[in-house]
């Protein structure tokens, strides 16, 4: 039973991590109909820049407490300011060009990030310093819930309350529904889209980049590659919830953590990418809308 639990806690904190990740690929599809290839990129940036804040103010001396809050705040700023960036110079001038030309677009901002942490980092992997100490209440569980896990699964049940309460009762967060819902009309209406859409990419940059902290933190190493297959499988979470739903998109992630756990655990981490894909494969084919996601219907 301590195997059972330990898995399945190990399983929340994957799915923990993923939802970070997909709630940038869901929000930005609910919003301009475009998936952000590069979205994976901003997260191993996410990671990058904490390796080096981090650094930097252990050198300093600075107390644990100081070092993690601005390594947090110097990740999200400099990962949404990617975002941000990533938005006006790759997607914003295709926004009417065929959705084709977005997604080379996107696929070759992803590469170009890539090479440019490998040309200005280095490829091995690089030991990141440990940021969140063993808690003393949780020694009697130590075994099966390590203290990284609980502060990933606060950190991110806090981020997805914040967003939840932005998206439904701010002003941006309606002014981003109406969006979703149609362009033209929120144009209609008053609504800077250009605004909203630089918002939208800002935000999923931020959780990302919390996302890149954590895992960075968790594991105790980072390498340029990482961004790839972390956005590969959130970008699976996230069409396995539903592409364009934000609970949709965690949901997946955890559906997706524990897939991969229990796979790891109960058969062999040989197949963890067997079981996960196998279940996007199979949900797909009864609901090819996702778990949450809703069929567009059309009038003829």
């Known amino acids: 039973m301590d195997y059972f639990i330990e898995l399945f806690f190990s399983g929340l904190s994957r799915g923990a991590i993923y939802a970070l990740i997909a709630l940038g690929y869901t929000m930005v599809y609910g919003i301009i109909g475009l998936i952000n290839f590069a979205h994976g990129e901003i997260y191993m940036i996410g990671a ?34 990617y975002g941000y960036t990533i938005e006006k110079i790759a997607y914003q001038p295709l926004r009417h060009a065929p959705r084709l030309s977005a997604l080379i677009s996107a696929i070759g901002m992803s590469m170009f990030l890539q090479n440019y942490v490998l040309l200005a980092q280095t490829s091995d ?14 020694e009697p569980v130590a075994h099966i819930v390590g203290s990284t896990d609980l502060v990933i699964l606060f950190t991110t049940t806090v981020a997805m309350i914040v967003l939840t309460v932005l998206v439904k009762y701010t002003k941006i967060g309606k002014a981003m529904r109406a969006t979703a819902q149609d362009r033209t009309m929120a144009m209609l ?16 940059s931020s959780l990302a980049a919390i996302g890149g902290l954590l895992i960075a933190s968790h594991i105790g190493q980072i390498n340029f590659y990482i961004g790839f297959l972390a956005g590969i499988k959130a970008f699976t979470a996230a069409v ?11 949901l997946g992630s955890i559906v997706l953590g524990l897939t991969e756990s229990f796979a790891t655990g ?9 079981f996960a894909f196998s279940l996007l494969v199979l949900i797909l084919i009864f609901k090819p809308s996702g778990l949450l996601g809703k069929s567009d219907t059309q009038k003829v």
């Open 48 to 81: 990058f820049t904490s390796f080096i804040v981090a650094t930097i103010l252990s050198i300093l001396g600075l107390p644990l407490l100081a070092i993690v809050v601005l390594t947090g705040l110097a990740a999200v700023v400099w990962s949404a300011s």
């Open 189 to 204: 209406v008053g609504i800077n889209v250009n605004r909203v859409i630089s918002a939208t990419f800002i935000i999923g």
């Open 125 to 138: 992997f690089l030991p990141f310093p440990s940021l969140i100490p063993d808690f003393h209440f949780m």
């Open 266 to 274: 109960y058969v062999s981490s040989d197949y963890e990418d067997v």
């Open 240 to 250: 396995l919830g539903g592409i364009g739903s934000i609970p949709g998109a965690v």
